[in-house]
């Protein structure tokens, strides 16, 4: 079975500020990666996945994540924040039929 | 609507009901994830269909949950004999089914319920 773990639980940032939030794994097959966001009073979104190929992803709004297999990790990137940004971000592993585990969730703040 | 939607927003209840959630989800999507989020976590997956079938129930923590999707859209979670540590938000999802593990996964709103 799979499992995730999210080391940031709150993070406070001014705006301009750099981000970057951790997600480790554990998955002994070929790894899914996933991180979604709640945005305040809206539903989960998908923000990026990784599947295969190039192990930097892109997603909307400016993130980025980077796979890498040897850390196992999957640590989401935004080099300059907004306020628009504040929100919680979930990261999740899957893999083949296996069902998304999630982790338990960032919370990021980001003052004006 | 284009999106995932559920029914109700909130539930409150008391310890020993049973309740029903509802889930409507995208049109086309062949696949519906069940999930649980308790404060401060992640969503937790209950379960997960294909179609009309339950492909995946590992994840219901006992036999007072069960969930159906009889004609392959919509789908009702039911929960017996509630009890207090059930309060969480339920969260709903479906996909286009090409894979359970790597498909994208688009959220309802979810339910909040409370037992008392």
């Known amino acids: 079975a799979q499992s995730v773990s999210q080391h940031n639980h709150h993070v406070i940032l001014s705006e301009a500020a750099s981000l970057e939030l951790g997600c480790n794994y554990s998955y002994g097959g070929t790894v899914n990666l996933f991180w979604y966001v709640q945005y305040p009073g809206q539903h989960l979104q998908l923000l990026l996945k990784y599947f295969s190929g190039d192990p930097l992803v892109k997603g909307i709004k400016g993130f980025e994540a980077e796979f890498i297999k040897s850390k196992f990790s999957f640590n989401l990137r935004k080099p300059s924040v907004q306020w628009s940004d504040t929100a919680e971000y979930f990261c999740a592993v899957g893999g083949g039929s296996y069902i998304p585990t999630f982790g338990r969730g960032t919370s990021l703040i980001v003052h004006p | ?116």
Do not use: M
Request: hydrophobic share 30%; charged share 20%; glycine share 14%.
């Open chain 2, 1 to 116: 609507g284009a999106g995932v939607s559920q029914t109700p927003s909130n539930k409150v209840t008391e310890k020993g009901k049973y309740v029903e959630l509802r889930c409507d989800p995208i049109s086309g999507h062949t696949a519906l994830y069940w999930y649980r989020q308790s404060l401060g976590q992640g969503p937790e997956f209950l379960i997960y269909f294909q179609g009309t079938g339950a492909a995946d129930d590992s994840g219901l923590p006992n036999d007072r949950f069960f969930a159906v999707r009889p004609e392959g859209s919509v789908s009702t979670l039911k929960i017996q004999r509630t009890e207090r540590g059930d309060s969480a938000v339920y969260l709903c999802a479906s996909s286009f089914g090409t894979s359970g593990g790597t498909d994208t996964q688009y959220f309802g709103p979810g339910t909040r319920l409370t037992v008392l």
